[in-house]
């Protein structure tokens, strides 16, 4: 008897885990994929980056892929509904063709420039369009006659380009002299003598270079204002997604739409989110420039990988990170078995053994979407057993090969920056953490490549040397996937110091007696002359 109530009593607790696997699974990888009303109740904030999102402030949104842009972009169009406002979502990458036309080099970027404003203005027509439709505005027949005169006003919006310029001067004279003499005889006689002289000359002035653009944006500004007054006293709230997916010259064309005709209008948010190593809102034009000036045109650029930064020493990652699988999993695991957790803490405390969370949180680095597909591969090795440690990190080892190092497959120069900083990094210092010269890196596009890959991840910006104050260096980390497998093997005598750990601290101060120059990089040295790539393994 005792014996059959254990094993129905183990069979249930398999049965329950088993669950508790598959509900962290089913977690959406992707925001876009879920509807609103989830993505309004599973979001979770980093420290004050909800509040500083809020702000009527036009803002650029800084993250690399993963960190949870949509999401908060999402999340805030639902807020600031709620309270009234309107929002006009925009995901840049469905707008027109912008894979086809305006990426087609044998048109002129005139062309493509005029067909990526028109397309961008005809997506925000019609998503006002929704609004009125839907929604119960003050003054509707206002509004329609607004959006009649926007649909007018985006017509005329053109991108004009000069690339050559001729000046022509000359001068032409002429001077002459005849004499002739007539006599009307018979047998006729005529004569006649001249001589005449004539001079021209000719400076022609070619001149040719890059092309440069301006924007005609006609009545667009005036029309923009008309529907901000129609939708009076509601704010007009303007979120723009996924503006690194428009090809590099283009954007800051669209950049200066923004600044001259929809910035300028009160009543008026607008929000962009961005990868910043693939973003181009600024550039210099005779004198004046085309596109966004950060921190005067738009207010902030705030980034979210700075905001995922966290003191692993008070604990905020794991609480971060545990609230987040609650959030997404709790609702589907309540509809699977009685008595769910009751909060984050228990359901972490269910779903992990001892310690493993806390590594899946390392395994992490930062990133909520990294996170997401290591918890459901671990979850997947466990079975029906709680996640161990060991589960974590062969998952982590299963994400890092099958997405962030296929990524580095047709990028060789990356994939050998990569391997030669995890040997001198990994293998030769046995620490995770590292510092870069700000000056000295920015030379290397790989560095740039393999932080947009997430392999490696910025822990620190603006380390300051008190012994050359007037250098500053930035703190970073090597991805835990580039070296999980020595983890897994067991080498005993592979042991991560990390003496780094007062770069993700909260002061960021080196320990006494900490010298900057002996733990720099030196990237020269490492990977050859910047621009000619590593030099041969």
């Not at 985006?154 to 004499?179: D, Q």
């Not at 509601?234 to 979120?239: A, C, E, F, H, P």
């Not at 053994?353 to 930062?366: D, I, M, S, T």
Request: net charge neutral; hydrophobic share 40%; aromatic share 8%.
């Amino acid at each position: 008897m005792v014996t059959a109530w254990r094993a129905r009593l183990a069979t249930m607790t398999d049965r329950r885990q088993r669950h508790v696997n598959q509900a962290l699974m089913r977690i959406p990888r992707r925001a876009e994929s879920t509807d609103r009303y989830t993505l309004a109740t599973t979001y979770v904030a980093a420290g004050s980056f909800s509040a500083m999102l809020n702000s009527e402030d036009h803002q650029i949104l800084y993250g690399r892929r993963g960190t949870g842009k949509t999401h908060a972009l999402l999340y805030l169009s639902d807020l600031v509904e709620r309270t009234g406002d309107v929002p006009v979502y925009v995901d840049l990458r469905t707008i027109g063709s912008a894979g086809g036309l305006y990426a087609d080099s044998t048109l002129t970027p005139s062309t493509r420039g005029t067909h990526l404003l028109v397309d961008t203005m005809e997506a925000i027509h019609e998503e006002l369009l929704s609004v009125a439709m839907e929604r119960d505005i003050a003054d509707p027949d206002a509004l329609l006659a607004a959006m009649d005169a926007l649909v007018d006003a985006s017509t005329a919006v053109e991108v004009v380009g000069e690339v050559e310029a001729e000046t022509r001067s000359g001068e032409k004279e002429s001077a002459g002299a005849a004499v002739e003499l007539f006599a009307s005889m018979k047998p006729g006689l005529r004569f006649s003598a001249g001589q005449r002289r004539t001079a021209r000359a000719e400076s022609r002035l070619l001149r040719t270079g890059v092309e440069r653009h301006h924007v005609l944006f006609g009545p667009l500004g005036r029309a923009l204002r008309a529907v901000t007054k129609a939708l009076r006293p509601s704010r007009l709230w303007l979120l723009l997604d996924e503006w690194s997916s428009l090809p590099l010259e283009l954007q800051p064309l669209l950049a200066d739409l923004l600044r001259r005709s929809v910035l300028p209008v009160p009543g008026v948010s607008v929000k962009i989110a961005a990868i910043e190593r693939r973003s181009r809102f600024f550039l210099p034009s005779g004198g004046d420039y085309l596109g966004i000036e950060v921190g005067s045109d738009a207010a902030s650029a705030v980034s979210l990988d700075d905001f995922m930064i966290f003191d692993h020493t008070q604990n905020r990652a794991q609480e971060f990170f545990g609230q987040l699988f609650y959030n997404h999993a709790g609702p589907k695991l309540a509809t699977m078995v009685r008595e769910p957790p009751v909060d984050a803490t228990a359901f972490v405390d269910e779903a992990f053994r001892r310690g493993a969370f806390g590594e899946l949180v390392r395994a992490a680095e930062g990133v909520p979407r990294d996170a997401i597909n290591i918890a459901a591969l671990a979850a997947q090795h466990a079975n029906a057993e709680p996640i161990g440690i060991a589960e974590v990190r062969n998952a982590a080892k299963d994400w890092f090969l099958r997405d962030k190092q296929n990524a580095l497959t047709v990028n060789e120069p990356a994939r050998r920056t990569l391997q030669l900083l995890v040997d001198e990094i990994v293998g030769v210092r046995r620490s995770r953490t590292f510092v870069l010269d700000q000056l000295g890196y920015a030379a290397y596009e790989t560095i740039d490549e393999l932080y947009d890959a997430r392999l490696l991840h910025l822990l620190r910006r603006g380390i300051v040397d008190p012994h050359q104050p007037g250098r500053l260096y930035d703190g970073f980390a090597i991805d835990y996937g580039c070296y999980v497998s020595l983890l897994l093997v067991g080498d005993q005598t592979f042991r991560v110091r990390d003496r780094g750990n007062w770069i993700s601290s909260p002061k960021g101060v080196p320990p006494d007696g900490f010298s900057l120059t002996r733990v720099v990089v030196d990237l020269p040295g490492l990977l050859g002359e910047p621009g000619r790539g590593p030099g041969p393994g």
